[in-house]
T-cell receptor, first 115, second 111 residues
Framework: EPEVTQTPSHQVTQMGQEVILRCVPI?????FYWYRQILGQKVEFLVS????????KSEIFDDQFSVERPDGSNFTLKIRSTKLEDSAMYFC?????????????FGPGTRLLVL | TQLLEQSPQFLSIQEGENLTVYCNSS?????LQWYRQEPGEGPVLLVT?????EVKKLKRLTFQFGDARKDSSLHITAAQPGDTGLYLC???????????FGAGTRLFVKA
């Protein structure tokens, strides 16, 4: 069964460093999403992406964050200058679109630790 | 502000018991999704409910969408230890692409 994949599974970085989290969505899906989950807290929406542009973003998704679909398969989340509070699990998700756009399939996540 | 409130937050039951968890909002949702999440993993989709009053069954799990599409419930019959996990409801009521999640119900089924 097709699945969303994410790399790396774990990333440790120093505060102020840039990180890029990578995702390969399911191949025929048209909508892509990033979420984060701080340890012990709820899953929080960051951004949605369709047709090579951001569709929606949350208050969390400030100028330090950016997303890109550099080729036909990858979808990346970049954090320009990481802060301690960016430590969290980051989940990528994708959906087919149309009537099924709200049915999202999640990747296994990248655990980011900012020291 | 959209909010999805889940109850109970935590539930510990014996194997074989039945249980219901709830997902409530003051907003109308075009659809709601139920996910299950294991520690350190991503949410896994269980079901999407779309039509008000809709009931969907997945083996021992029964999902219902409220008539007014503001709430949903998940009922598990004869719970098993393998049902242990975090159950999340999620939805988007903006007509856009911004899904919100409830805080989840953590279920523990004792053998």
């Amino acid at each position: 069964e097709p699945e969303v994949t994410q790399t790396p599974s774990h990333q440790v970085t120093q505060m102020g460093q840039e990180v890029i989290l990578r995702c390969v969505p399911i191949s025929n899906h048209l909508y892509f999403y990033w979420y984060r989950q701080i340890l012990g807290q709820k899953v929080e929406f960051l951004v949605s992406f369709y047709n090579n542009e951001i569709s929606e973003k949350s208050e969390i998704f400030d100028d330090q964050f950016s997303v890109e679909r550099p080729d036909g398969s990858n979808f990346t989340l970049k954090i320009r200058s990481t802060k301690l509070e960016d430590s969290a699990m980051y989940f990528c998700a994708s959906s087919e679109g149309g009537a099924l756009k709200e049915t999202q399939y999640f990747g296994p996540g990248t655990r980011l630790l900012v020291l | 502000t959209q909010l999805l409130e889940q109850s109970p937050q935590f539930l510990s039951i014996q194997e074989g018991e039945n249980l219901t968890v709830y997902c409530n909002s003051s907003s109308v949702f075009s659809s709601l999704q139920w996910y299950r999440q294991e520690p350190g993993e991503g949410p896994v989709l269980l079901v999407t409910v779309v039509t008000g009053g809709e009931v969907k069954k997945l083996k021992r799990l029964t999902f219902q969408f409220g008539d007014a599409r503001k709430d949903s419930s998940l009922h598990i019959t004869a719970a098993q230890p393998g049902d242990t996990g975090l159950y999340l409801c999620a939805g988007d009521n903006t007509g856009g692409f911004k899904t919100i999640f409830g805080a989840g119900t953590r279920l523990f089924v004792k053998a």
